[in-house]
DNA sequence: CGGAGGGTTGAGATTCATCAACGCGTGTGG
DNA sequence: CCACACGCGTTGATGAATCTCAACCCTCCG
């Protein structure tokens, strides 16, 4: 079997291994399988327990809860060089969601013995997971507020806000990273509703077309923006953010 | 000034001393203040920086955000023992939450710094922290996982069987932690809506009197039991779970 | 060519929030 | 001691927002 090193390049190694030692990055390394699934593959089972970390080598994955019904929330949407599972792992229970495939894509399966041993003996590792599971924990936080005191347009805006911060801000021009129905979902509401809204955002400068959002200005977005994102923004001390917040 | 040792009784230390060494909790408490606080006063708000992990003493506080009419979205409300802040102060940025106690309050803030260089020098101290965040996060699973694919009844349902559970089985009379308002928002629903929803619960054997809740029997929660949650439960592997389950 | 999946649009149904009124217990000041 | 205001909770009537259902278009692909 080939030797495994997928992250060479310094810019797309995953947060889970930042300033971890080449050797210490080998002993995780040696111990982890890779697979490949096809789409709507479930990888585990709410209720079921975590075999261990799933790093996207290649694909996409999303966390969601399911109801009796079958109606599905989606908790997490994630794409190459994502992790999902980290935090399950030390609840120390069942997991409370299931994992699946949306298209076809390639894992990395670090097992849970050797998180569980490396987290213990390697203070960067453990420190990594923290920063990993409180920025889940934050976006959980944002998703929480969205649903009791956002409107469906006003949690369109905030995505679009926040894949536009990621993107840079010269950028102008932003590519959906998932199908519609699949954002509709995880932002809490129909694909009818997500459609209806993307009309309104075209008269306020957003204008979706396929799957390319292109923005009439940089303060576009700026409706959409709230006190602890606003760090985030490379205007957000400078007087034209105060342009944005007056919107 | 005396010297503070709040946590002589181990059934009532909070979590994030477990299996701390007295020299080293020592450093921890000996960097720490306590405070005294009214109801209602801002401790943290959105967008400023943590001072450090706050740990409740005595009394009430929650964490939420606001919008900018001034509407709250409750995260999390914690009682005496339970601590917030932790995971804000390993996200990196602004605190995406306000806190604010609800009733008169007495405190223990554990500075960021001391939190910080804990961390990085104890081990123990590091997986304590993992473990009480991925618990918030695993919450605010169920909190996102609610409001979407949950009726209100729903919602009443399951927050009054997690209290159940903590509180034991043989435990068929409840009190409500907090005032009626305070849970409703926190379950993101109105308080008309709240008290509609104890009448529906009153003829499903879950009777509301004031603040005491009467179970009928210890079926009466199972209807709004999950994958996840059934590990908490004393029968989940006995054939009296396959009577709830059916409910 | 025909079928399937994704997306959009319109009409109707449903659910929960809103608004208003009221009851009740408590604390306060005349 | 009573009158009153206030906070909390409940109840009923109304309305708005989003989901549901159905039809349709489009593209892709066998």
């Known amino acids: 079997m080939p030797r495994f090193h997928p992250f060479m390049d310094e810019n797309k190694k995953p947060q889970l291994f930042d300033h971890i030692s080449p050797e210490n990055l080998e002993k995780i390394l040696s111990c982890s399988v890779i697979q490949e699934h096809d789409a709507n593959k479930i990888l585990l089972n709410q209720g079921d327990a975590a075999p261990g970390i799933f790093l996207i ?19 997490r949407l994630l794409g190459a060089n994502d992790t999902c599972l980290e ?12 994992v699946q495939t949306i298209g076809k894509s390639r894992l990395l399966l ?10 213990l003996e390697d203070n960067e590792f453990a420190v990594n997971l ?14 929480i507020d969205a649903m009791h005191i956002k409107s469906p347009l006003q ?11 990621e993107a840079g801000h010269e950028n102008f021009e932003l590519k959906l990273p998932f199908k519609k129905q699949i954002i509709a979902n ?26 390319t959002i292109r923005l009439k200005d940089a303060y576009a977005l700026c409706h959409f923006c709230d ?20 919107h």
């Open 110 to 119: 670090i097992p849970e013995k050797v998180v569980k041993t490396r987290v």
């Open 227 to 246: 006190a602890d994102t606003t760090a985030l923004c490379q205007r957000h001390d400078k007087s034209s953010c105060q342009v944005c917040m007056s």
């Open 155 to 165: 949690r369109v805006g905030y995505y679009f806000l926040t894949k536009h911060l």
């Open 87 to 98: 935090a399950v792992l030390f609840m120390g229970g069942p997991s409370p969601i299931t």
């Open 186 to 211: 995880y932002l809490g509401m129909t694909p009818e509703t997500f459609s209806r809204v993307l009309k309104q955002l075209k008269e306020l400068g957003v204008d979706t077309d396929d799957n």
């Open 130 to 143: 923290l920063r990993i599971v409180t920025r889940h924990y934050k976006n959980a936080m944002h998703q």
């Open 57 to 75: 080598l290649e694909g996409s994955v999303k966390t969601l809860r399911m109801n009796a019904d079958g109606e599905e929330a989606t908790i």
